[in-house]
């Protein structure tokens, strides 16, 4: 016998103090599970988004092969005979896209680098808001001036040796709606990432007798690269997957071009204009809608899972 | 406390408050010239189809409601096409449509057992709308047929054989999509077989309006949709007189109603599920209430009335059910 | 200095003088080319914050001068008419009401639920926790529209089959906006120090009880700011019930959970659509309405967060 065994069978024993609860606590046990249950449903809401766009579009790719939807470039789809060939408006978005990215990436940048490293802080006070009212205002209000504005301006400033200007709809005015829409994802998530910048790298640069805008473009810039690449792609998934303006400003044309003057039709707008009121489960023009939503939706997982990957490294680099 | 914040909680406690006000009075749409008591009448009536009847069943239906507040109607707008699916599947108890119903969409009807009147409730005068730069006033058919065509439809105006006078803007096509009793209309009646076009087009769905914005904004722009859409916007758009082989005709209440707008006068139906008369005691009232008052309100929305002998056919049609 | 002649001090000065002309060279005023080049770069940042600036001005200006003539009450009581003189978007806010008032329902208790459960009762190493996470952080980047034709696949149809209902928009946007409200639940909850909730189960509270009577009500200020986001995010957004078919058109005010239902981006998008003048200047009015509401709401979370913070 040990000490230790004496200790525990002696008067100890009886007055050990025990750490769990008494009687086992049912309530508890209901609550957390219901706890753990809540944070399931997010689960099992990607579950049935990926359930619910991959069903029909796997009956779809029975009927039509995936090198004919992926690599044909006639889409009419509720025609007769219907073309499947789904190039024009995965180009129409990517169109979109790259004008909206070519608006948004400087100004974001820039916006990004003057309230990290110019900004007094109450410029900050001022500059910030703008921002976040800018990122709250509802797309329907960036498609409306992308219509009544953006395109009548735009036709009025088109310089004569670009060739036509835009028409009533057209990419371009489509584009820079959303690249407004979009500056506030480039900007503060790019600000976050400056921030990160470990002061003493900008001391260094300093020290060693570098103007303000070296060390803002050649130190600050550089070293919060991974988060500003980060912010482009999360802002071109927003891009990507935006409607509203689209419907309003960018056409219905499927039309395999990259001219922005041009109308165009996006994806979001194909299955906006589709997808109204209650079509018919099962038809051929339900599939479509869901087989072009299940292609959507993989480019914006996929430019997603970049972005996370981008940003914990910024993360990591500094901590 | 910082005075713009509170300035804003102000604004947003007075936006809540004059919504909460709003909501006490039921919404009063006013209608011109109904004046009878609100009936006890009650119901819920989904109508769907045509976006060129829509515009109208929509009027009826506001007015109807202000007599007979307790009814509540709903009117989409998924094309006739669309419609006929829904109303076959015991969805909508109406269906508006700017075409005739089709043989597949009758067995349709019977495989979800649903039985079926039809009633005229106005007449069309399908309208070929251009830019009000185009000095182009009157196509032939075989012209529209050279624009719309699937095989290698022309791409500017000066590519239209015999255009009177010449005019060289690019072609910019607006038109319905292939839910839209419209499309078949016009593509049967121009390219000789419903659902025969080219894709090149830019295609606005159910939302005629679209049409009409796209036509207004495009020099070269040339669409098409029901007529009550050139009313409503007559200053900003150009109809095309129609040459159906015995000349020009422009569309109007008369050259439709004694049919010389060939070939694209039509009529407009409504179809209407005969099953829920009985089970929906508010769906026969607003059936008759929509025959005997379309030639009224037609002209008010832009829509061209039944001739005589069209209004007692319809209203045949209805009796008695 | 004295008069004398000092060789010490002289060569001192000497020395002094040219330290002070070589450090001159590099310390003292740039080089005006420099000076120009900094001068630039700063404008040019400016600039571009600036534009940013300048468009939101041109938006909400352009929208407000166009908008002038009908923001009155007339357009919050007028029901939805298809004649613009008679249109108001009386049905749109009580339609956006009765949504809203589900989607609050629904959000705080799986969203407050989600984030205590990844916060308190997991590590952060396992497995199922990062699972959670990633997926959160994936469904905050799903385009809305996909959420519109989720909602038409499980809940109008499929499994729940609710119809075309007040009930159905309300659990699409709840799905929607559900990540905001965990991501700001989580962060609230987070900065609860470690050592108030330490100390609530060394004095024998359970988790639950330290949860619930110590970490939630130091929170609550941020989770009503997440809440309020969250809200204000789903007030504005359209594609999701495009799909769900809502009725272009409807006489009544929608009525209840089970009723059909309109809501106010929704009635702004077909006023946007008609091409006449009259249903411009109602868009255009329409939208300054509801970026008003907007602004209040997201005033309203951030002076709740100032007023409310707690300072630990």
């Given at each position: 016998?040990?000490?230790?065994?004496?200790?525990?069978?002696?008067?100890?024993?009886?007055?050990?103090?025990?750490?769990?609860?008494?009687?086992?606590?049912?309530?508890?046990?209901?609550?957390?599970?219901?706890?753990?249950?809540?944070?399931?449903?997010?689960?099992?809401?990607?579950?049935?988004?990926?359930?619910?766009?991959?069903?029909?579009?796997?009956?779809?790719?029975?009927?039509?092969?995936?090198?004919?939807?992926?690599?044909?470039?006639?889409?009419?789809?509720?025609?007769?005979?219907?073309?499947?060939?789904?190039?024009?408006?995965?180009?129409?978005?990517?169109?979109?896209?790259?004008?909206?990215?070519?608006?948004?990436?400087?100004?974001?940048?820039?916006s990004?680098?003057?309230?990290?490293?110019?900004?007094s802080?109450?410029?900050?006070?001022?500059?910030?808001?703008?921002?976040?009212?800018?990122?709250?205002?509802?797309?329907?209000?960036?498609?409306?001036?992308?219509?009544?504005?953006?395109?009548?301006?735009?036709?009025?400033?088109?310089?004569?040796?670009?060739?036509?200007?835009?028409?009533?709809?057209?990419?371009?005015?489509?584009?820079?709606?959303?690249?407004?829409?979009?500056?506030?994802?480039?900007?503060?998530?790019?600000?976050?990432?400056?921030?990160?910048?470990?002061n003493?790298l900008?001391?260094?640069?300093?020290?060693?007798?570098?103007?303000?805008?070296?060390?803002?473009s050649?130190?600050?810039l550089?070293?919060?690269?991974?988060?500003?690449?980060?912010?482009?792609?999360?802002?071109?998934?927003?891009?990507?997957?935006?409607?509203?303006?689209?419907?309003?400003?960018?056409?219905?044309?499927?039309?395999?071009?990259?001219?922005?003057?041009?109308?165009?039709?996006?994806?979001?707008?194909?299955?906006?204009?589709?997808?109204?009121?209650?079509?018919?489960?099962?038809?051929?023009?339900?599939k479509?809608v869901?087989?072009?939503a299940?292609?959507?939706?993989?480019?914006?997982?996929?430019?997603?899972?970049?972005?996370?990957?981008?940003?914990?490294?910024?993360?990591?680099?500094?901590? | 406390?910082?005075s713009?914040?509170?300035?804003?909680?102000?604004?947003?406690?007075?936006?809540?408050?004059?919504?909460?006000?709003?909501?006490?009075?039921?919404?009063?749409?006013?209608?011109?010239?109904?004046?009878?008591?609100?009936?006890?009448?009650?119901?819920?009536?989904?109508i769907?189809?045509?976006?060129?009847?829509?515009?109208?069943?929509?009027?009826?239906?506001?007015?109807?409601?202000?007599?007979?507040?307790?009814?509540?109607?709903?009117?989409?707008?998924?094309?006739?096409?669309?419609?006929?699916?829904?109303?076959?599947?015991?969805?909508?108890?109406?269906?508006?449509?700017?075409?005739?119903?089709?043989?597949?969409?009758?067995?349709?009807?019977?495989?979800?057992?649903?039985?079926?009147?039809?009633?005229?409730?106005?007449?069309?005068?399908?309208?070929?709308?251009?830019?009000?730069?185009?000095?182009?006033?009157?196509?032939?058919?075989?012209?529209?047929a050279?624009?719309?065509?699937?095989?290698?439809?022309?791409?500017?105006?000066?590519?239209?054989?015999?255009?009177?006078?010449?005019?060289?803007?690019?072609?910019?096509?607006?038109?319905?999509?292939?839910?839209?009793?419209?499309?078949?209309?016009?593509?049967?009646?121009?390219n000789?077989?419903?659902?025969?076009?080219?894709?090149?087009?830019?295609?606005?769905?159910?939302?005629?309006?679209?049409?009409?914005?796209?036509?207004e904004?495009?020099?070269?722009?040339?669409?098409?949709?029901?007529?009550?859409?050139?009313?409503?916007?007559?200053?900003?758009?150009?109809?095309?007189?129609?040459?159906?082989?015995?000349g020009?005709?422009?569309?109007s209440?008369?050259?439709?109603?004694?049919?010389?707008?060939k070939?694209?006068?039509?009529?407009?139906?409504?179809?209407?599920?005969?099953?829920?008369?009985?089970?929906?005691?508010?769906?026969?009232?607003?059936?008759?209430?929509?025959?005997?008052?379309?030639?009224?309100?037609?002209?008010?929305?832009?829509?061209?009335?039944?001739?005589?002998?069209?209004?007692?056919?319809?209203?045949?049609?209805?009796a008695?059910? | 200095?004295?008069?004398?002649f000092?060789?010490?001090?002289?060569?001192?000065?000497?020395?002094?003088?040219?330290?002070?002309?070589?450090t001159?060279?590099?310390?003292?005023?740039?080089?005006?080319?420099?000076?120009?080049?900094?001068?630039?770069?700063?404008?040019?940042?400016?600039?571009?914050?600036?534009?940013?600036?300048?468009?939101?001005?041109?938006?909400i200006?352009?929208?407000?001068?166009?908008?002038?003539?009908?923001?009155?009450?007339?357009?919050?009581?007028?029901?939805?008419?298809?004649?613009?003189?008679?249109?108001?978007?009386?049905?749109?806010?009580?339609?956006?009401?009765?949504?809203?008032?589900?989607?609050?329902?629904?959000?705080?208790?799986?969203?407050?639920?989600?984030?205590?459960?990844?916060?308190?009762?997991?590590?952060?190493?396992?497995?199922?926790?990062?699972?959670?996470?990633?997926?959160?952080?994936?469904?905050?980047?799903?385009?809305?529209?996909?959420?519109?034709l989720?909602?038409?696949?499980?809940?109008?149809?499929?499994?729940?089959?609710?119809?075309?209902?007040?009930?159905?928009?309300?659990?699409?946007?709840?799905?929607?906006?559900?990540?905001?409200?965990?991501?700001?639940?989580?962060?609230?909850?987070?900065?609860?120090?470690?050592?108030?909730?330490?100390?609530?189960?060394?004095?024998?509270?359970?988790?639950?009880?330290?949860?619930?009577?110590?970490?939630?009500?130091?929170?609550?200020?941020?989770?009503?700011?997440?809440?309020?986001?969250?809200?204000?995010?789903?007030?504005?957004?359209?594609?999701?019930?495009?799909?769900?078919?809502?009725?272009t058109?409807?006489?009544?005010?929608?009525?209840?959970?089970?009723?059909?239902?309109?809501?106010?981006?929704?009635?702004?998008?077909?006023?946007?659509?008609?091409?006449?003048?009259?249903?411009?200047?109602?868009?255009?009015?329409?939208i300054?309405?509801?970026?008003?509401?907007?602004?209040?709401?997201?005033?309203?979370?951030?002076?709740?967060?100032?007023?409310?913070?707690?300072?630990?």
């Open positions: 016998m040990q000490a230790s065994d004496i200790a525990a069978s002696g008067p100890a024993a009886l007055t050990k103090p025990r750490l769990e609860a008494a009687s086992p606590r049912y309530g508890e046990k209901l609550v957390i599970g219901l706890l753990a249950a809540s944070a399931a449903i997010s689960v099992i809401t990607t579950t049935a988004i990926v359930v619910s766009l991959l069903v029909p579009s796997v009956e779809f790719f029975g009927d039509v092969p995936i090198k004919d939807f992926l690599f044909g470039t006639d889409w009419g789809p509720t025609f007769t005979p219907p073309t499947f060939g789904v190039l024009p408006i995965v180009v129409g978005t990517l169109s979109i896209t790259f004008w909206s990215l070519l608006f948004a990436v400087p100004i974001g940048i820039a990004a680098l003057y309230l990290s490293e110019y900004a802080p109450r410029s900050r006070r001022f500059f910030k808001p703008i921002l976040e009212v800018l990122a709250g205002v509802p797309t329907v209000a960036f498609g409306f001036f992308a219509l009544v504005f953006i395109t009548p301006q735009l036709q009025k400033i088109w310089p004569g040796f670009l060739g036509d200007g835009p028409g009533i709809f057209s990419a371009l005015a489509g584009g820079l709606a959303i690249g407004l829409l979009i500056v506030p994802i480039i900007a503060t998530v790019s600000e976050d990432a400056m921030s990160a910048v470990p003493g900008r001391e260094g640069a300093y020290a060693l007798g570098a103007t303000k805008s070296k060390v803002a050649r130190v600050v550089p070293a919060a690269l991974s988060g500003v690449v980060a912010s482009i792609v999360l802002a071109s998934s927003r891009a990507i997957g935006e409607t509203m303006v689209v419907l309003l400003a960018a056409g219905n044309t499927p039309n395999l071009t990259l001219n922005p003057v041009e109308p165009i039709q996006a994806m979001t707008a194909f299955i906006a204009t589709t997808a109204t009121g209650d079509i018919a489960t099962g038809t051929i023009t339900y479509t869901f087989a072009v299940l292609l959507l939706f993989l480019m914006t997982l996929l430019m997603n899972v970049l972005s996370i990957r981008l940003v914990r490294r910024f993360r990591e680099v500094y901590e | 406390m910082n713009p914040k509170f300035i804003a909680m102000s604004a947003c406690v007075g936006v809540l408050a004059v919504g909460a006000s709003a909501c006490g009075s039921s919404d009063d749409t006013s209608s011109d010239g109904s004046s009878s008591t609100p009936t006890g009448l009650s119901g819920s009536l989904r769907d189809g045509s976006s060129t009847v829509g515009p109208l069943t929509q009027v009826v239906a506001e007015q109807f409601n202000a007599e007979n507040p307790d009814v509540e109607v709903s009117v989409g707008e998924s094309g006739t096409g669309g419609g006929f699916e829904k109303f076959c599947a015991g969805e909508t108890v109406i269906n508006d449509a700017s075409r005739p119903i089709e043989p597949e969409e009758e067995a349709l009807c019977k495989k979800g057992g649903v039985n079926f009147e039809q009633a005229q409730v106005a007449n069309d005068a399908l309208t070929v709308v251009l830019n009000n730069e185009n000095p182009v006033t009157c196509l032939t058919v075989d012209q529209l050279q624009i719309w065509t699937p095989d290698n439809p022309a791409n500017s105006w000066s590519d239209v054989s015999d255009l009177d006078p010449p005019f060289d803007a690019d072609i910019e096509r607006f038109g319905p999509g292939t839910d839209s009793g419209t499309f078949d209309y016009f593509t049967g009646a121009v000789g077989e419903e659902g025969v076009q080219t894709k090149d087009y830019n295609n606005v769905g159910e939302d005629d309006n679209q049409t009409v914005t796209g036509v904004g495009s020099e070269g722009g040339i669409g098409y949709f029901g007529y009550s859409y050139y009313k409503e916007n007559e200053g900003n758009l150009k109809a095309a007189e129609i040459d159906g082989g015995d020009c005709v422009a569309p209440e008369e050259t439709v109603q004694d049919g010389t707008y070939p694209l006068g039509r009529p407009l139906f409504v179809y209407v599920n005969t099953d829920m008369l009985q089970s929906d005691e508010a769906l026969d009232p607003f059936v008759q209430y929509y025959v005997d008052n379309a030639n009224d309100i037609s002209p008010q929305v832009g829509f061209i009335p039944m001739t005589d002998e069209q209004q007692s056919k319809a209203e045949s049609a209805v008695g059910s | 200095m004295s008069d004398e000092n060789p010490r001090t002289a060569r001192a000065e000497i020395a002094i003088a040219g330290a002070r002309g070589a001159a060279g590099i310390l003292s005023d740039q080089p005006r080319r420099d000076v120009i080049r900094n001068s630039v770069f700063a404008s040019l940042l400016f600039l571009a914050i600036t534009i940013a600036l300048v468009g939101l001005a041109l938006l200006g352009d929208n407000l001068i166009k908008g002038w003539p009908r923001l009155n009450m007339d357009l919050l009581t007028n029901g939805t008419s298809s004649l613009p003189d008679n249109a108001g978007l009386h049905s749109a806010i009580i339609g956006t009401l009765w949504i809203m008032a589900f989607v609050i329902l629904f959000i705080i208790p799986i969203g407050v639920g989600t984030a205590i459960f990844l916060e308190e009762y997991t590590s952060k190493q396992s497995r199922w926790a990062r699972a959670v996470e990633v997926n959160i952080q994936n469904l905050a980047a799903v385009p809305s529209i996909i959420y519109g989720l909602g038409l696949a499980f809940v109008a149809r499929g499994p729940l089959s609710l119809g075309f209902t007040v009930i159905t928009a309300s659990i699409t946007l709840t799905l929607l906006v559900l990540p905001i409200v965990i991501l700001v639940a989580r962060e609230a909850i987070r900065s609860v120090p470690p050592s108030i909730k330490e100390g609530s189960m060394a004095l024998g509270a359970t988790r639950l009880q330290t949860t619930r009577k110590q970490v939630l009500p130091a929170a609550i200020p941020g989770i009503a700011t997440g809440v309020i986001l969250a809200i204000s995010r789903a007030i504005g957004e359209t594609a999701p019930l495009i799909p769900l078919g809502a009725a058109f409807v006489t009544y005010d929608p009525s209840g959970p089970a009723s059909g239902f309109t809501a106010l981006p929704l009635v702004i998008f077909n006023w946007v659509k008609q091409p006449q003048a009259e249903f411009q200047v109602l868009a255009a009015a329409g300054i309405v509801l970026l008003a509401v907007l602004i209040a709401m997201n005033s309203f979370a951030i002076w709740l967060r100032n007023r409310y913070e707690q300072r630990w």
